[in-house]
Nanobody, 116 residues
Framework: QVQLVESGGGLVQPGGSLRLSCAASGFTFSNYNMRWFRQGRGKERELVAYITSTGSDTNYADSVKGRFTIARDNAKNTVTLQMNSLKPEDTAVYYC?????????WGQGTQVTVSS
């Protein structure tokens, strides 16, 4: 069965760092573009970062450029999001998403809380 499982969330102080991971199984991971989304309490879901199936190109929301880095390891079927210089406004549930044309798979999410 298809699975995307996020991990690495938690509580961190402003200015700190976290590394999120998403482990994929049940499909050909290397064929899929990957994205990280987030959704804060009472807010709409927003796209945070994108990476192509080969890892040849990436894109980021303006709010996280220079602070977050998306990467993938197709040999390990994982995609990561390195988050540095975290701010309270980064607090949200973070989700990974796999896409191939109209076929989408979502993980269950992991909570990130940035607070002093």
């Amino acid at each position: 069965q298809v699975q995307l499982v996020e991990s690495g969330g938690g509580l961190v102080q402003p200015g700190g760092s976290l590394r999120l991971s998403c482990a994929a199984s049940g499909f050909t991971f290397s064929n899929y573009n990957m994205r990280w989304f987030r959704q804060g309490r009472g807010k709409e879901r927003e796209l945070v970062a994108y990476i192509t199936s080969t890892g040849s190109d990436t894109n980021y929301a303006d709010s996280v450029k220079g602070r977050f880095t998306i990467a993938r390891d197709n040999a390990k079927n994982t995609v990561t999001l390195q988050m540095n210089s975290l701010k309270p406004e980064d607090t949200a549930v973070y989700y990974c998403k796999a896409s191939l044309w109209g076929r989408d798979y979502w993980g269950q999410g992991t909570q990130v809380t940035v607070s002093s």
